[in-house]
């Protein structure tokens, strides 16, 4: 099991933080419970929950024998919480968002994208505000349900996977692929999209994206 790289905490870091304090109430613990059974200083502890620093494998494995836990576990969970290419669930969610709101705005120059959004059935029902947008935007999941981030995936007309789920499954990978090439078409200021865009494989559409940005950059 590879050590947490010292320095600055990473996304991985992060995601290790977040595990350890679900552990710690999941355990009924109060922090100062679980400073004194793991038997690292509270100065030392709360600079790393803060994501000032990362945690130790011993860290966590003293950390997890304090929830009653593994470090294997904690590390599972850390690892769970993690999307593709050692991004957090958050970071994911937001690039995926960021993708389908270029897609969107080139499709519907003249409005209000995020503003529709809010003012929509969906987002009526499921309470979903300003704040929580701004949230997923920015990738804080914590202050969003699954509930609302299902809703947004509703009202841009994907799959709730896409914006509900890290896991890159088929689905998604279609979707994504599909999403490069019509913001690679938007950058050249082309309308009338197809909403499902182009058929083909999801390599071989994203092959098609870069065709179009290479030739838009010729263009230029």
Same mark, same amino acid.
């Given at each position: 099991?590879?050590?947490?790289?010292?320095?600055?905490?990473?996304?991985?870091?992060?995601?290790?933080? !977040?595990?350890?304090?679900?552990?710690?109430?999941?355990?009924?613990?109060?922090? !100062?419970d $679980?400073?004194? !059974?793991?038997?690292?200083?509270?100065?030392?502890?709360?600079?790393?929950?803060?994501?000032?620093?990362?945690? *130790?494998?011993?860290?966590?494995?003293?950390?997890?024998?304090?929830?009653?836990?593994?470090?294997?576990d904690?590390?599972?969970?850390?690892?769970?919480?993690?999307?593709?290419?050692?991004? /957090?669930?958050?970071?994911?969610?937001?690039? @995926? $968002?960021?993708?389908?709101? *270029?897609?969107?705005?080139?499709?519907?120059?003249?409005?209000?994208?995020?503003?529709?959004?809010? /003012?929509?059935?969906?987002?009526?029902? *499921?309470?979903?505000?300003?704040?929580?947008?701004?949230?997923?935007?920015?990738?804080?999941?914590?202050?969003?349900?699954?509930?609302? #981030?299902?809703?947004?995936?509703?009202?841009?007309?994907?799959?709730?996977?896409?914006?509900?789920?890290v896991?890159?499954?088929?689905?998604?990978?279609?979707?994504?692929? @599909? $999403?490069?090439?019509?913001?690679?078409?938007?950058? *050249?200021?082309?309308?009338?999209? /197809?909403?499902?865009?182009?058929?083909?494989t999801?390599?071989?559409?994203?092959?098609?994206?870069?065709?179009? #940005?290479?030739?838009?950059?010729?263009?230029?």
């Open positions: 099991m590879p050590d947490v790289p010292a320095g600055a905490a990473d996304a991985f870091s992060q995601a290790v933080a !977040r595990a350890i304090e679900d552990a710690k109430s999941a355990a009924g613990l109060t922090t !100062r $679980l400073i004194k !059974r793991s038997g690292l200083s509270a100065n030392y502890y709360y600079r790393r929950a803060r994501g000032e620093l990362p945690f *130790t494998t011993n860290d966590m494995s003293a950390l997890a024998a304090a929830c009653g836990l593994t470090v294997g904690l590390w599972a969970r850390a690892q769970a919480d993690i999307g593709p290419s050692g991004k /957090s669930a958050g970071q994911v969610i937001a690039e @995926r $968002l960021e993708k389908l709101l *270029t897609v969107a705005r080139a499709q519907f120059p003249r409005i209000d994208v995020p503003a529709t959004l809010l /003012s929509s059935d969906v987002a009526r029902e *499921t309470q979903l505000t300003a704040s929580h947008w701004q949230a997923v935007v920015d990738g804080d999941l914590s202050a969003v349900s699954v509930e609302q #981030r299902a809703a947004v995936a509703t009202f841009f007309g994907v799959p709730e996977e896409y914006l509900t789920s896991e890159v499954s088929d689905l998604v990978d279609d979707i994504d692929a @599909r $999403l490069d090439v019509q913001a690679a078409f938007a950058q *050249t200021d082309a309308r009338g999209i /197809s909403s499902r865009g182009p058929g083909g999801p390599a071989s559409l994203r092959a098609l994206a870069r065709a179009i #940005r290479e030739s838009n950059r010729r263009g230029q």
